[in-house]
């Protein structure tokens, strides 16, 4: 039985976090940490929860089913699962998220060298698919390529940002704005959305679990402990980084008081305390965390479509990462305001699929569960959907009226109620009657 040594398991872990490390979890943290001033570590808190603590429990949910989504959504009936899980990694592949990282390290690491104009984003993205495809073409080396030398170089660069941050902070820690005072918890919670992990970890766990098997573990118990382990280490390093990341802009107040996001707080403070090298150091680590992400998105699309479709991984690889050079070159604006309703739409539906799926000892019959509370959730997802497209006056005041609508949260009441009622009738019928043959 084939068992990974420790330097193994190591570098597993490295390549699952630099996975899901992106530009937005660069980004994220810095914007909500200046927000938050004083109250920076409650808010931090509720940032670690849904940025870090729901990704982790997606690894695990789909490390015990075996890695794949399409396992998770076993009780909702194949068509139905099949249709949730093609609208995840459409979404947080070639359609927005693939395509973001190339505009989004393009902004950030190359436009203020090279000019912000689109004949350079153009050869810019050329230049960083190419190496994305190279990479995602040999899936069985990623904890090699990524895992052994991308990550320590990333990794290498944060800490030298988090330790600036830390250890010279450009200022004292500023006061919180007016939503961070009355409820920072809250507002680090939902902040933490944004990262948009949880969606992705649905898509990363097959990558995981692949790349273990590339490494000759056949055992699936192994498989699901060496996920586990892996998903642990990403969460640790993920939350070192937030955490540095919330110190660095609570104290930027000073020199970043009028930032707009977290992009213009790190500017202003790598170039504060390392001048013309903050710059170079910042762009090193927005492209090789875009990098990472891009290839285990693109590679976890090709795994998934060409086990749905009659297409081998190589075309569908190749066909997504053409495809998402054409939309990264829409530009970010375009990106961001296409993608924001359909991931809001999503997030509902995937929290419960988790939640249901790591309770699924607690079912008699799953089926009776999982249909009616995942029916709920998409009904609120639909409308929190159309609602951030711009077209609120389309939705019933009904849903805008339910407890913590106004903190986005208005379908987790009417989840519970019916996942309550549901759960309680599944005890009541008891199994189901086996048809003798």
């Known amino acids: 039985m084939t068992r990974l040594k420790g330097s193994d398991l190591l570098a597993l872990g490295f390549m699952t976090f630099a996975l899901f490390l992106g530009a937005g979890n660069i980004i994220f943290p810095p914007s909500a940490g200046l927000a938050a001033g004083d109250h920076v570590w409650r808010a931090a808190l509720g940032f670690l929860l849904t940025g870090v603590g729901l990704p982790l429990l997606t690894v695990v949910a789909l490390a015990?089913?075996?890695?794949?989504?399409?396992?998770?959504?076993?009780?909702?009936?194949?068509?139905a699962g099949v249709l949730l899980a093609v609208a995840v990694y459409l979404a947080i592949g070639p359609l927005f998220a693939t395509p973001r990282t190339a505009v989004v390290s393009f902004e950030m690491g190359v436009a203020p060298f090279a000019g912000e104009n689109d004949l350079a984003l153009f050869l810019y993205s050329v230049a960083y698919f190419a190496a994305v495809l190279f990479l995602a073409l040999n899936p069985g080396k990623l904890v090699d390529s990524i895992g052994k030398f991308i990550t320590p170089v990333l990794i290498a660069a944060l800490l030298v940002l988090g330790g600036a941050a830390i250890l010279a902070p450009s200022g004292e820690i500023g006061t919180a704005a007016s939503a961070y005072q009355a409820a920072p918890l809250v507002e680090g919670f939902l902040q933490g959305y944004l990262t948009m992990d949880t969606l992705?970890?649905?898509?990363?766990?097959?990558?995981?679990?692949?790349?273990?098997r590339d490494r000759g573990v056949k055992d699936d118990a192994l498989v699901t402990r060496y996920s586990m382990i892996a998903g642990t280490i990403a969460a640790i390093g993920l939350s070192l980084v937030y955490l540095a990341?919330?110190?660095?802009?609570?104290?930027?107040?000073?020199?970043?008081?009028?930032?707009?996001?977290?992009?213009?707080?790190?500017?202003?403070?790598?170039?504060?305390?390392?001048?013309?090298?903050?710059?170079?150091?910042?762009?090193?680590?927005?492209?090789?965390?875009?990098?990472?992400?891009?290839?285990?998105?693109?590679?976890?699309?090709?795994?998934?479509?060409?086990?749905?479709?009659?297409?081998?991984?190589?075309?569908?690889?190749?066909?997504?990462?053409?495809?998402?050079?054409?939309?990264a070159n829409q530009g970010l604006t375009q990106l961001i305001s296409l993608s924001v309703p359909v991931l809001v739409g999503l997030y509902p539906l995937a929290i419960v699929l988790i939640a249901l799926s790591l309770a699924d000892r607690l079912w008699v019959e799953p089926r009776r569960v999982f249909?009616?509370?995942?029916?709920?959730?998409?009904?609120?997802?639909?409308?929190?959907?159309?609602?951030?497209?711009?077209?609120k006056d389309v939705v019933p005041t009904f849903f805008t009226q339910l407890p913590l609508a106004h903190q986005s949260l208005g379908w987790l009441?009417?989840?519970?109620?019916?996942?309550?009622?549901?759960?309680?009738?599944?005890?009541l019928l008891g199994k189901p009657v086996q048809a003798i043959a």
């Open 64 to 79: 015990r089913v075996g890695g794949g989504m399409d396992r998770l959504t076993a009780p909702l009936g194949k068509r």
């Open 371 to 391: 249909i009616p509370t995942m029916g709920v959730a998409l009904i609120f997802g639909l409308a929190d959907g159309i609602a951030a497209a711009g077209f």
């Open 200 to 212: 992705g970890a649905l898509v990363f766990g097959i990558v995981i679990a692949t790349a273990i």
């Open 413 to 427: 009441v009417p989840v519970l109620v019916v996942l309550a009622i549901a759960a309680l009738a599944d005890r």
């Open 245 to 327: 990341l919330f110190y660095l802009g609570a104290t930027s107040q000073g020199i970043a008081s009028e930032a707009q996001n977290g992009v213009q707080i790190l500017t202003a403070y790598v170039q504060h305390t390392f001048g013309i090298a903050g710059s170079l150091l910042l762009a090193v680590v927005i492209t090789l965390a875009c990098l990472t992400t891009a290839v285990g998105l693109l590679t976890a699309c090709g795994e998934f479509f060409s086990r749905l479709l009659p297409l081998s991984y190589r075309t569908v690889v190749l066909v997504f990462g053409a495809f998402s050079l054409l939309v």
